[in-house]
Protein backbone atom coordinates (compact mmCIF):
# COMPACT_ATOMS: atom_id res chain seq x y z
CA UNK A 1 0.00 0.00 0.00
CA UNK A 2 1.73 3.46 -0.95
CA UNK A 3 1.95 5.87 2.01
CA UNK A 4 -0.16 8.92 1.94
CA UNK A 5 1.39 12.39 2.21
CA UNK A 6 -0.04 15.41 2.93
CA UNK A 7 0.89 19.35 2.17
CA UNK A 8 -0.39 21.73 4.30
CA UNK A 9 -0.37 25.29 4.89
CA UNK A 10 -2.91 28.20 5.93
CA UNK A 11 -5.13 28.62 3.08
CA UNK A 12 -4.37 25.66 0.95
CA UNK A 13 -4.47 27.52 -1.86
CA UNK A 14 -1.36 28.19 -3.67
CA UNK A 15 1.59 26.44 -2.67
CA UNK A 16 0.34 23.24 -1.23
CA UNK A 17 -1.79 22.99 -4.02
CA UNK A 18 1.19 23.71 -6.46
CA UNK A 19 3.02 20.27 -4.66
CA UNK A 20 -0.18 18.08 -4.91
CA UNK A 21 -0.15 18.45 -8.75
CA UNK A 22 3.13 17.82 -8.68
CA UNK A 23 3.61 15.31 -6.94
CA UNK A 24 0.47 13.71 -9.05
CA UNK A 25 2.38 14.16 -11.67
CA UNK A 26 5.50 13.04 -10.60
CA UNK A 27 5.01 10.75 -7.91
CA UNK A 28 2.21 9.20 -8.33
CA UNK A 29 3.42 5.32 -8.49
CA UNK A 30 4.99 6.12 -5.36
CA UNK A 31 2.81 8.01 -3.00
CA UNK A 32 -1.20 9.49 -2.77
CA UNK A 33 -0.78 13.11 -2.73
CA UNK A 34 -2.97 15.60 -0.51
CA UNK A 35 -3.45 19.35 -0.13
CA UNK A 36 -5.65 20.95 2.94
CA UNK A 37 -5.14 24.32 5.25
CA UNK A 38 -6.65 25.54 8.23
CA UNK A 39 -8.82 27.62 6.05
CA UNK A 40 -10.03 27.90 2.82
CA UNK A 41 -9.77 30.16 -0.25
CA UNK A 42 -12.44 30.57 -2.52
CA UNK A 43 -10.46 29.32 -5.41
CA UNK A 44 -6.83 28.08 -6.17
CA UNK A 45 -4.22 31.25 -6.89
CA UNK A 46 -4.83 32.19 -10.27
CA UNK A 47 -0.96 32.90 -10.68
CA UNK A 48 -0.09 29.44 -9.77
CA UNK A 49 -3.37 27.95 -12.51
CA UNK A 50 -1.66 29.50 -14.68
CA UNK A 51 1.54 28.94 -14.39
CA UNK A 52 1.59 25.33 -13.72
CA UNK A 53 -0.90 25.20 -16.89
CA UNK A 54 2.26 27.00 -18.63
CA UNK A 55 5.02 24.56 -17.81
CA UNK A 56 3.29 21.47 -16.85
CA UNK A 57 0.17 21.60 -18.82
CA UNK A 58 -1.89 20.58 -15.69
CA UNK A 59 -5.24 22.67 -15.04
CA UNK A 60 -5.67 22.83 -11.37
CA UNK A 61 -8.94 24.37 -11.69
CA UNK A 62 -10.18 21.04 -13.12
CA UNK A 63 -8.17 19.07 -10.72
CA UNK A 64 -8.01 20.65 -7.45
CA UNK A 65 -9.71 22.74 -5.06
CA UNK A 66 -9.21 24.46 -1.52
CA UNK A 67 -9.54 21.41 1.34
CA UNK A 68 -9.34 21.87 5.40
CA UNK A 69 -7.37 19.08 7.04
CA UNK A 70 -10.53 17.40 7.96
CA UNK A 71 -10.94 16.77 4.53
CA UNK A 72 -8.42 14.60 3.67
CA UNK A 73 -8.11 10.63 4.74
CA UNK A 74 -5.48 9.98 7.91
CA UNK A 75 -1.97 10.30 6.10
CA UNK A 76 1.50 8.58 6.79
CA UNK A 77 3.63 12.10 5.99
CA UNK A 78 2.95 15.53 6.21
CA UNK A 79 4.94 18.55 4.51
CA UNK A 80 4.66 22.09 5.92
CA UNK A 81 5.56 24.19 2.97
CA UNK A 82 6.74 26.84 5.36
CA UNK A 83 4.58 29.24 7.71
CA UNK A 84 5.37 32.52 8.34
CA UNK A 85 2.48 32.63 11.15
CA UNK A 86 1.56 29.11 12.86
CA UNK A 87 1.54 26.17 10.75
CA UNK A 88 -1.30 23.58 11.36
CA UNK A 89 -1.01 20.49 12.82
CA UNK A 90 -1.87 16.93 11.21
CA UNK A 91 -0.41 13.70 12.84
CA UNK A 92 1.77 11.38 11.13
CA UNK A 93 4.59 9.27 11.67
CA UNK A 94 6.87 11.77 9.56
CA UNK A 95 6.67 15.20 9.25
CA UNK A 96 8.83 18.00 7.25
CA UNK A 97 9.06 21.82 6.89
CA UNK A 98 9.83 22.93 3.33
CA UNK A 99 10.10 26.28 4.35
CA UNK A 100 8.93 27.63 0.84
CA UNK A 101 8.61 31.73 0.66
CA UNK A 102 4.92 32.29 -0.73
CA UNK A 103 4.81 33.85 -4.40
CA UNK A 104 1.35 35.38 -3.86
CA UNK A 105 1.31 39.20 -4.92
CA UNK A 106 4.94 38.70 -6.79
CA UNK A 107 5.76 38.78 -10.37
CA UNK A 108 5.73 34.79 -12.44
CA UNK A 109 9.36 34.83 -11.73
CA UNK A 110 8.52 34.21 -8.01
CA UNK A 111 6.03 31.44 -9.02
CA UNK A 112 8.08 29.72 -11.25
CA UNK A 113 10.71 29.30 -8.77
CA UNK A 114 8.36 28.07 -6.16
CA UNK A 115 6.88 25.36 -9.01
CA UNK A 116 10.57 24.16 -9.79
CA UNK A 117 11.70 23.85 -5.78
CA UNK A 118 8.62 22.16 -5.21
CA UNK A 119 9.15 19.73 -8.17
CA UNK A 120 12.85 19.08 -7.25
CA UNK A 121 11.28 18.51 -3.53
CA UNK A 122 8.39 16.13 -4.65
CA UNK A 123 11.01 14.26 -6.57
CA UNK A 124 13.31 14.14 -3.27
CA UNK A 125 10.89 13.31 -1.24
CA UNK A 126 9.72 10.13 -3.76
CA UNK A 127 13.32 8.81 -4.15
CA UNK A 128 13.54 8.68 0.12
CA UNK A 129 10.48 6.69 0.10
CA UNK A 130 11.26 4.50 -2.56
CA UNK A 131 14.18 3.48 -1.16
CA UNK A 132 12.43 2.26 2.63
Known sequence: MKPKVAFICVHNSCRSQMAEALAKLFASDIFDSYSAGTETKPEINQ??????????????????????????????I????????????????HEEDWGLDDPTGKGDEEFIKTARIIEEKVKDLAERISNI
Do not use: H
Open 78 to 93: VIKMGCNVVCPFLPSN
Open 47 to 76: DAVRIMKDIYGIDMTKTQYSKLLKDIPEVD
